[in-house]
């Protein structure tokens, strides 16, 4: 990975300030579908400070009061600073959104996506693709930031550096973000073709931390503590968005607070360890979820908990099946609690990476202007999965 220019940037012990926002690390758990519930955002801020955001909701799914948008608008009794990140493509329904968080549930910090990749998302025009449309962008912005103003709450955006290496956005999402009041913009180093493949780049990060005047995040490529502290150093960036990184790994969180704060930084847990957070996580999930449902989301966790491990098959097959704490239990009890963390797993990729797609899947004429002002844009009531 190339160096970029270095640009100022806050010393490791000043945390993360959003508007009327302060978080003592500059940590943001990147929302991921079906992964950052309650449970996880509980577990992942028991082991450090930062920021953790809620799972993407639709802004129309939550107005119409869909149901299945409102379940997954739950928090934990000690989440303190309730974070949410809204999908909308209708500037009405994103600001009406953002007005019910904070008036109805307490939310002290909103960011709206326009990264998200998934071809069921950009074909409708949201997530990635609609940074596109600049003027569609700085409507959806208005509407969000006025919203927002008289609860005091910050408003922020997602995005990336754009559809394809031939059509860029980030630079003027990064203006009209600043333009429209937004509290920071957090940028992935990739764009929509690319997904979750190939490498982030973070000098496209360092150029919109060089070209705005609000805080930039940077996300992409962040495995290790030691890569948050050489994106800072490289990019300039206020703070960074973790996400895949920390799959089956909430321990990162703490090794991301004690590097920001110039404390030594533990990443080595043994299995025993590991095993541990695994049996916390299932019973958090449980405690929000009941039993049974709360066992089948922790079988997706089982992979990432035990990659690289040399737990066998049949224990790993076991673990991904259970139904009740007890299995959780009588199942982790068989891993060999001394067993080294492998060495081997450090500073690699985590969770999907795929390859990238010769096209990014686009609504019928999108690429023909730029502006898309009022542009009349369908936007599904359910939340749409990815992020």
């Known amino acids: 990975m190339s160096a970029a220019t270095t640009a100022p940037h806050p ?24 992964i950052t519930n ?16 809620c799972e993407m909701i639709t802004s129309r799914g939550l107005v119409e009061g869909d149901q299945h948008t409102q379940d997954m608008l739950v928090f934990d009794e000690l989440e303190t600073t309730r974070s949410v990140q809204l999908y909308g493509t209708d500037p009405y329904y994103v600001g009406r959104a953002v007005q019910i968080l904070c008036e109805e549930h307490g939310v002290a910090h909103v960011d709206l996506n326009f990264g998200c990749p998934v071809p069921k998302v950009t074909r409708k025009g949201g997530g990635g693709a609609l940074p596109w449309k600049r003027g569609l962008l700085r409507e959806i912005l208005e509407q969000a930031v006025k919203a927002a103003e008289p609860f005091g709450v910050p408003v922020t955006m997602k995005t990336r550096k754009g559809l394809d290496d031939d059509h860029l956005t980030f ?8 333009e429209t009041g937004a509290a920071a913009i957090a940028l992935h180093g990739r764009t929509v073709a690319q997904a979750y493949s190939g490498q982030a780049d973070w000098e496209s990060i ?3 931390v060089e070209a705005v005047d609000i805080p930039v995040l940077g996300n992409g490529d962040i495995w290790e503590a030691a890569d ?17 990184g920390c799959l089956g790994r909430p321990w990162l969180f703490r090794d991301l607070a004690a590097a920001f ?5 533990a990443t080595l847990p043994t299995l025993g360890e590991v095993a541990g957070m695994m049996r916390r996580h299932a019973e958090l999930l449980c405690q929000h979820m009941g039993e049974e ?3 089948k989301e922790f079988r997706k966790h089982v992979s990432w908990y035990l990659k690289g491990f040399a737990a066998g098959g049949e224990l790993r097959k076991a673990l991904a099946l259970v139904v009740t704490l007890e299995d959780v239990d009588r199942l982790l009890a068989e891993l060999d609690p001394t067993e080294p963390f492998p060495v081997s797993e450090l500073g690699t990729p985590r969770g ?25 844009i369908t936007e599904d009531a359910g939340a749409p999965t990815g992020g």
Request: net charge neutral; with cysteine; aromatic share 2%.
């Open 38 to 53: 309650a449970a996880y955002r509980r577990l992942c801020a028991e082991q450090g400070a930062g920021l953790y955001v």
């Open 228 to 244: 948050a502290l050489r994106m800072v150093e490289q990019t300039g960036v206020a703070g960074v968005v973790v996400g895949r």
């Open 261 to 265: 704060a110039g404390e030594e930084v």
């Open 206 to 208: 360092a150029a919109l």
């Open 293 to 295: 449902r709360g066992c």
């Open 171 to 178: 630079l003027d999402a990064g203006r009209i973000a600043a």
């Open 352 to 376: 999907r990476q795929g390859s990238p797609r010769s096209k990014v899947v686009l609504p019928e004429g999108w690429l023909d202007d730029t502006d898309g002002a009022r542009c009349a």
């Open 11 to 34: 010393g490791p012990t000043s945390g993360l300030t959003l508007g009327n926002l302060h978080v003592d690390a500059p940590v943001v758990l990147a929302p991921m579908a079906g």
